[in-house]
């Protein structure tokens, strides 16, 4: 089948299973073809090619919700909507979002990019139905990683309380991003392997249905059914919450999954339909993928899988984050890492495997990830937490009430910060300083290049006290000689890395090499431009600030982040309080969201490129001369 000529789902409910096993082919030959040009999270979708046709057959979208948690394993939904022509665009600027969204289409119900959401949206869906009157299923769809999130666990104590209606789709496939962990996985596993119970408690079901006064008996029988539970399986955890548990069915199975569906449809009350499934299948470099690399990535060779690797002078900046913290590490025990389900996007791989000891995969827990460091250093630890810009938002209470406040010794190394790209709104690390800025111990800096970045993680660990992040971009470093010996950065500290006399550019990380750029392109038409290294977000180096308030120049600051909150608004309060003469142009994010797309098209798009900054400058020493 052409997918491209889909328009909407409807089609489904006729085909034979020998048809839809055709189209899962097709659908499987068109997403491989098109992510190797376009990247993306080909694994993900690759495993629920199935369990997507089949929710569609027996569901009717959108007038049922299906709530895709995470949204990264959405292709399918979008090819079954009507949007597979598009896919030529996906992740690209201006094309279709890797995720859910609201504004593409109806059957996009629920937008997410970070996991263990699904749960409490569905439970808010389904209260919002019985409250109108109204009669449509709620499907929430789950991975068994994000179950490890502490929302998804509030969100199924309370589903099970008020026993509310709804499907519960338990994605099992034994990954998340990275391998799972802990002991919600090693439960699974146990439900995964164990057909006895289901097939015992059937047994016991049709024996009673045959005796006289069978109704009366099956009611009796419920205590020795519960025995029977914790025989054959170590604790029915969802029967326990009182959600009625449903597997586990082959995922890749259309007459499995059909009954299964059907089944949860007739049950007045939760349902959780517990669905295996195999990240990657049909393409033999993601289906044997076993650390995660096939999750969510670029552009690769569609007849050998290689990923193809852009031309990059550097390492990695996460590769080197944590090979620097290992080097340290490897020295000083205190040194542990700790990460919410990344070691492999944070590249913590290697020091996983070498000092197994001192490492702490905490599973998709951000949360828990950040107290837990916040527990090691109040023994004397040296934690060192590394950590998506996107994913530290869900620990913000954490990093205040239990890191920031007790004013402990953590390190943070915050990966993605700045524009990601192709993920988009839900990702774009943008949020940090706005909501770091304010805990008064925090502090916070982005180091220009690797060198520097070598000597501010020495200095975070063993010179600084309290909490310390360093935030690092998406992408590669620019491959500098890193300095055979560590030297001491004071806290606070700015660098003066060209000094002019007409206007001061104050930018750090990223930004750095843009304004460098337009120095030297002013420098030939006469204008001299101070630029100034703030690798210190928080504490700014405030006897520069007060140099600059006497020198009566004015200011650009330039920043890969939000205005609101950010590192230009508190040089503006400075020199507000300082009661300073000072004029400051800050460059920046506004109040919006920044959607996917190439990164230096985005940045053009916001205001943060050479043209921008040259006329500010121009426009600004004009107005100094006047003045």
């Not at 889909?6 to 089609?11: A, N, R, V």
């Not at 460091?373 to 239990?402: C, E, W």
């Not at 337009?518 to 038409?525: G, N």
């Not at 921008?612 to 100094?624: A, D, P, S, V």
Request: hydrophobic share 40%; glycine share 10%.
């Amino acid at each position: 089948m052409d997918v491209t000529k889909i328009k909407d789902p409807s089609f489904l409910k006729d085909l034979s299973y020998e048809s839809l096993e055709s189209l899962s082919q097709d659908i499987r030959t068109f997403l491989i073809e098109k992510c190797s040009v376009t990247g993306g999270h080909i694994g993900a979708n690759l495993g629920v090619v199935e369990l997507t046709i089949a929710l569609h057959k027996v569901f009717n979208s959108p007038q049922d919700k299906l709530i895709f948690d995470v949204g990264h394993q959405a292709y399918i939904h979008k090819i079954l909507t009507g949007r597979a022509n598009q896919f030529d665009t996906l992740r690209q600027y201006k094309g279709l979002s890797g995720f859910p969204k609201l504004s593409e289409s109806e059957h996009d119900v629920w937008e997410a990019g970070h996991s263990s959401t699904s749960l409490s949206a569905a439970m808010g869906m389904a209260k919002a139905r019985d409250i109108q009157g109204a009669s449509y299923d709620v499907i929430p769809i789950i991975g068994d990683g994000a179950l490890t999130g502490g929302m998804a666990l509030e969100a199924l104590n309370h589903i099970g309380h008020d026993k509310t209606n709804m499907t519960i789709i338990l994605n099992d496939n034994e990954m998340s991003i990275a391998p799972n962990v802990g002991a919600m996985h090693n439960m699974f596993g146990r439900l995964r392997t164990n057909s006895n119970y289901n097939r015992a408690k059937s047994d016991i079901d049709a024996l009673l249905s045959k005796l006289p006064g069978g109704h009366k008996l099956r009611d009796s029988a419920d205590r020795v059914k519960d025995s029977l539970k914790y025989l054959v399986v170590n604790g029915i955890f969802f029967e326990e919450l009182g959600i009625k548990y449903i597997g586990p069915v082959d995922g890749h199975n259309f007459k499995d999954l059909e009954d299964a569906l059907l089944t949860s449809k007739r049950i007045n009350g939760p349902v959780i339909v517990h669905v295996i499934t195999k990240k990657g299948k049909g393409f033999h470099p993601a289906e044997n993928d076993k650390i995660g690399t096939w999750h969510g990535l670029g552009p690769y060779k569609l007849e050998t899988g290689e990923v193809l690797k852009g031309s990059a002078n550097g390492p990695s900046w996460s590769q080197f984050f944590s090979d620097t913290v290992q080097r340290f590490a490897e020295q000083d025990k205190s040194i542990a890492a700790i990460t919410p389900a990344m070691p492999v996007g944070s590249k913590l791989t290697k020091f996983q495997k070498e000092l197994p000891q001192q490492f702490f995969d905490v599973g998709i827990a951000e949360q828990h990830a950040v107290t837990m460091a916040a527990g090691m250093a109040v023994n004397g630890m040296k934690p060192y937490v590394a950590i998506y810009s996107t994913f530290l938002q869900r620990a913000y209470d954490q990093m205040l009430h239990d890191v920031d406040r007790q004013n402990l010794h953590v390190v943070f190394g915050i990966d993605r910060s700045g524009l990601v790209g192709a993920d988009g709104e839900t990702h774009q690390g943008v949020y940090d300083i706005s909501f770091l800025s304010h805990m008064p111990n925090m502090t916070i800096a982005m180091p220009k290049d690797e060198n520097e970045a070598f000597h501010l993680l020495h200095n975070a660990f063993y010179k600084y006290n309290g909490p310390i992040a360093i935030r690092y971009p998406r992408g590669n470093g620019y491959g500098v000689t890193i300095d055979s010996e560590p030297k001491t950065i004071i806290r606070g500290s700015w660098e003066v890395l060209h000094e002019g006399t007409d206007v001061v550019v104050m930018s750090f990380g990223p930004t750095l090499k843009l304004v460098e750029s337009v120095y030297e392109t002013l420098l030939k038409e006469g204008i001299n431009v101070e630029v100034v290294n703030a690798r210190f977000i928080k504490p700014m180096d405030v006897e520069y600030l007060n140099e600059v308030a006497k020198r009566n120049i004015p200011v650009i600051t330039v920043e890969e982040s939000m205005l609101s909150g950010g590192f230009g608004a508190s040089v503006v309060n400075y020199f507000s309080d300082l009661n300073a003469d000072v004029t400051v142009k800050r460059i920046g994010i506004d109040d919006e969201y920044i959607e996917h797309g190439d990164v230096s098209l985005l940045l053009d798009d916001i205001g943060i490129n050479e043209s921008t900054l040259i006329h500010e400058i121009k426009q600004l020493g004009l107005r100094n001369e006047e003045s």
